[in-house]
């Protein structure tokens, strides 16, 4: 089966500050694609980050960047000099074969004027 | 490029109607999935659409159904409505040529079933 786990509900961080939402999955596949989405209010999902299942390199998107420990099944974002506009519900999900997505439950993320 | 364009936004339907929402992908998009938001199940897919057949399935009901035409326009329909049918549904497209294209969805349709 395939499973997302997103252990932290709700996070909260202040502007300016660095923040690291978590996420663990489990998948018998060997390839895969790894995503961070945010739903803003708006309910619009919209990937914030990517990374290959195959590639070491850690993805890098500007303020963005993931720490992907493939051995560990573990994939967390990291959301440097946070904003007011990066306040919104962050969604891990993983893709395999199929041109389907697989969810974690969320963490809402806070950001602290 | 307009991005993906789902109608209505909002839809009120009581149990045991049925009801059918609109998708428009990006163009030149050919894949069209579909997902059910929801606060207690979360985030689940539904179907897949390529070039009009449907490619991939989630685990829902037969109540659950949809279609997509020679535009890549897709809709898809809920029979005999529940009230646990209530939810977001999202749509989301990729070029589909490759399983691994990044998916771009849509603001959703908010359904509430009474």
Redesign the interface.
Known sequence: AQTVTQSQPEMSVQEAETVTLSCTYDTSESDY?L?W?KQPP??????VI?Q?AYKQQNATENRFSVNFQKAAKSFSLKISDSQLGDAAMY?C?F?T??????????TRLTVIP | KAGVTQTPRYLIKTRGQQVTLSCSPISGHRSVSWYQQTPGQGLQFLFEYFSETQRNKGNFPGRFSGRQFSNSRSEMNVSTLELGDSALYLCASSPGISYNSPLHFGNGTRLTVT
């Open positions: 694609y995503f989405y708006s309910r619009q999902m919209i990937l990517r290959e969604f999900a893709q074969g199929a041109n389907n997505l697989f969810f974690g439950t969320g």
